[in-house]
T-cell receptor
């Protein structure tokens, strides 16, 4: 069965550095999402992306964050000037354009900010 | 604003018991409802998806029901096993934006 692939599985970064989290969607999926889960807390929506633009973003997704699909395959989440509180598991999800189909989640990237 | 609540927060049962996990949501305008399993430090494993027009879905020992009008879903696990120990998450898909809103989960421990 096709899978959503996320890389890296674990990223350790110094505070203040920039990180890029990568996601390879399932082929022919059209809708892309990023979620995050801080340790011990619930999974929270960050942003949705369709037709090369942001469809919706949460209040968490401020100017520090950006998303793009630069080459038509990878879907990336960039976090500029990372802070300690950015430490979390980040999940990518993708969905086809067909009605009532679920989002498919990747295994996540664990981001640790030191 | 949609809010998703899961009760109980934690549950410990002896092996072999049948159990019910509850999920409630405040806005009935949902597209899908999905149940996930999450092992510690791991990703989300999809268990069951219920479309908004459906009442229930079954997979093996799992059965999920949906009552959209009352804002409730239950996940029934039959004949629980130690391997079922995990956190179970309920997520509703907003019908306007298609984003998922997750509950805080039920942490299940099945004792051998």
């Amino acid at each position: 069965e096709p899978e959503v692939t996320q890389t890296p599985s674990h990223q350790v970064t110094q505070m203040g550095q920039e990180v890029i989290l990568r996601c390879v969607p399932i082929s022919n999926h059209l809708y892309f999402y990023w979620y995050r889960q801080i340790l011990g807390q619930k999974v929270e929506f960050l942003v949705s992306f369709y037709n090369n633009e942001i469809s919706e973003k949460s209040e968490i997704f401020d100017d520090q964050f950006s998303v793009e699909r630069p080459d038509g395959s990878n879907f990336t989440l960039k976090i500029r000037s990372t802070k300690l509180e950015d430490s979390a598991m980040y999940f990518c999800a993708t969905r086809s354009g067909q009605a009532y189909q679920p989002q498919h989640f990747g295994d996540g990237t664990r981001l640790s900010i030191l | 604003k949609q809010e998703v609540t899961q009760i109980p927060a934690a549950l410990s049962v002896p092996e072999g018991e049948n159990l019910v996990l509850n999920c409630s949501f405040t806005d009935s305008a949902i597209y899908n409802l999905q149940w996930f399993r999450q092992d510690p430090g791991k990703g989300l494993t999809s268990l069951l998806l219920i479309q908004s027009s459906q009442r229930e879905q079954t997979s093996g020992r799992l059965n999920a029901s949906l009552d959209k009008s009352s804002g409730r879903s239950t996940l029934y696990i039959a004949a629980s096993q130690p391997g079922d120990s995990a956190t179970y998450l309920c997520a509703v898909e907003d019908s306007g934006t298609y984003k998922y809103i997750f509950g805080t989960g039920t942490r299940l421990k099945v004792l051998a």
